[in-house]
């Protein structure tokens, strides 16, 4: 049997993914104004579930950093069933759902459950344009990030990059849009060095914990990284904002444990030292960062996605294909299907 037969031409083909989700966005400005760059919203809300879930968390970020409005991230079973814990009355909101297939249940209970209520108003981000989703609401469309595989990898990258462009041209500021278009032609180069870096790291090291941290725009690219090699190979993983690892769950470090730091530069020298510490405590380290230098020496692993010049939050994508084939080729080592997850659908219905 060849495993991994659809996830591994997925992952590969991203870079091609945030080209088309960056043309199709050109044939979508006008979706850009009526929605999230439309000011008469008091806040905007992304709801996913799952990877999706993980999407909205960095979309809200670089929301809020870009447009200097209002934003937040939820589960969509929290608007669901929660909205008033999560939404207060006489404020107008917009509800952006996150879904890959345009078809999980709870995304599209929480978009029907608002789309009459008193001050929101709904629409979406998917890679399928005939679903559910696109029927009931406007929605962005990636249209290269349809998959086979259960796990998400280029959906994942292209509709998280598709939002950011979105949110570069709500923000009115021409050098976001032109940073977001730098991201696209790094991409390939990317993509192909963290092939090969990946296969090399997981195959050299017998590693039994996988821990990644992440903060700001890169908490919610830490928590997919997390679930992906979950997904993917069943191993034991968590994740965590970078600081907040050390109240308390550093305790679980140990030989045999990868800590993979997503580093930033805002808060560069602050992470480092987390992750020098977890290196005393026998980690193996893993660092992705835009450029190395003597303050990642120590590590046991750097990888470089460059654009240092960028911000944190566009370079955001150019961080996803080295997790991702981490993930797959774990999922190789042990034997076991990345294509097809034990427990998994691609779509989830209650």
Request: charged share 20%; glycine share 8%; hydrophobic share 40%.
């Given at each position: 049997?060849q495993?991994g ?10 870079a091609?993914a945030?080209?088309?989700?960056l043309?199709?966005?050109?044939q ?6 009526k ?6 919203f008091?806040?905007?809300i ?7 879930y ?20 939820y ?5 669901f069933l ?17 879904s ?20 929101w ?12 989703m696109?029927?009931m609401?406007?929605c962005?469309?990636s ?39 730098r991201v696209s ?6 993509v ?8 090399s ?12 941290l992440g ?5 919610g ?10 997904e ?11 600081l ?21 530069e805002?808060?560069?020298s ?12 026998g980690?193996?380290?893993l ?12 590590a046991?692993a750097?990888f470089?996605i460059?654009g ?13 294909p080295v ?5 797959f080729?774990t ?19 209650i």
């Amino acid at each position: 049997m060849q495993y991994g037969k659809w996830t591994y031409p997925e992952i590969s083909g991203q870079a091609e993914a945030l080209n088309a989700a960056l043309r199709q966005l050109e044939q979508q400005k006008e979706w850009v104004g009526k929605y999230i760059g439309n000011d008469q919203f008091d806040e905007v809300i992304f709801i996913g579930s799952g990877s999706s879930y993980y999407q909205a968390q960095t979309m809200a970020s670089t929301f809020r950093k870009w447009t200097g409005r209002d934003a937040s991230a939820y589960p969509s079973s929290e608007i669901f069933l929660f909205r008033d814990n999560n939404a207060v009355p006489g404020r107008r909101y917009l509800l952006v759902g996150v879904s890959r297939s345009g078809e999980s249940t709870e995304v599209i209970l929480a978009l029907d459950h608002c789309k009459d209520a008193e001050g929101w108003t709904i629409c979406g981000i998917t890679c399928y344009e005939d679903s559910k989703m696109a029927a009931m609401c406007e929605c962005l469309v990636s249209p290269l990030g349809k998959e086979k595989s259960t796990v998400m990898t280029k959906s994942f990258s292209s509709m998280t990059y598709m939002m950011q462009a979105a949110t570069a041209l709500a923000s009115g500021k021409p050098e976001l849009w032109e940073q977001i278009r730098r991201v696209s032609e790094l991409d390939g180069d990317v993509v192909q060095a963290a092939d090969a870096f990946a296969k090399s790291l997981v195959q050299s090291r017998d590693l039994n914990k996988f821990i990644y941290l992440g903060m700001g725009p890169y908490y919610g690219l830490a928590n997919e990284a997390c679930l992906k090699i979950k997904e993917m190979s069943y191993v034991w993983t968590e994740s965590y904002g970078t600081l907040e690892f050390r109240h308390g769950p550093k305790s679980i470090v140990e030989p045999g444990t990868l800590v993979c730091l997503l580093l930033s530069e805002t808060a560069r020298s602050y992470e480092l030292k987390v992750a020098e510490e977890m290196k005393q405590y026998g980690a193996t380290v893993l660092i992705v960062t835009a450029e190395k230098g003597n303050d990642t020496a120590f590590a046991d692993a750097v990888f470089e996605i460059g654009g240092k010049s960028l911000s944190d939050e566009a370079r955001c994508a150019l961080y996803m294909p080295v997790l991702q084939y981490i993930g797959f080729y774990t999922a190789l080592k042990k034997n076991v299907d990345p294509d097809h997850p034990r427990n998994l659908t691609q779509v989830v219905i209650i």
